[in-house]
């Protein structure tokens, strides 16, 4: 079964913009969190990052305490981050990369280029009996050495897909790139997650995607939540993801 992290990040963004570096405020990411679980969703996503524009430490602290199903910390290796993930010990850590300027993750880690430092950041998460997945574009490379500094999953980049995805031809590549990545990470021993600009109407076609275990999509269900209510649209998404077999049908087209 395909299973939802559901990212409760702009949940705090909402709420950061009127109570940043106040003690309370609203709405709450924390309630949200346990909204979401309730109606089916089998995780929780929150990306605490160096800038805390969102979510903030204690939002963390509070993640780990309150919610039932499994906390997904995605992070930057940034020390800082690091000691506090450890701190929280999360079921699993997302190592993402991370812009000060940027309003989203613009793309996937380079895994390649920093395979020293991220090989000794996952050797301490381990240590600590918390799970690692690296945050990927669908490139064969970087799913290759993803798999050799030791990670568990990764979290394919559904990005470009998402952008591109009322263009047909540029689509179908972008799902090609994505299903040669899945594959090549199964072969290697890599778990396989996906994330990023998902939503209920790219959603169907990415099921043509093999091995993938869980989803991660934060921003389209908190503002598909400002019009139907975040439960209305938690499940939305699952339904959605329903009937996932992980394989493209003999003869289709995408």
Known sequence: MLKLGVNIDHVATLRQARYRGMERGEPDPIAAALLCEQVGAHGIT??????????????????????????????????????????????????????REEISTEGGLDVVGHEAALRETIRRMKDAGIEVSLFVDPDPIQVEVSARVGAQFIELHTGAYAEVFHQKAERNRELERLVSASERAHQVGLRVNAGHGLNRENLPLLHVVPHLEELNIGHSIISRAVFIGLENAVREILQVMEGYGGAVPPGSTP
């Open 46 to 99: 929150a990306h605490l990052r160096e800038d805390r524009r969102h979510i903030i430490d204690r939002d963390m602290v509070a993640l780990r305490k309150a919610i039932r199903t499994r906390l997904n910390f995605e992070m930057a290796n940034a020390p800082e981050i690091v000691d506090i993930a450890l701190a929280i010990r999360p079921d699993i850590v997302c190592l993402v990369p991370e812009k």
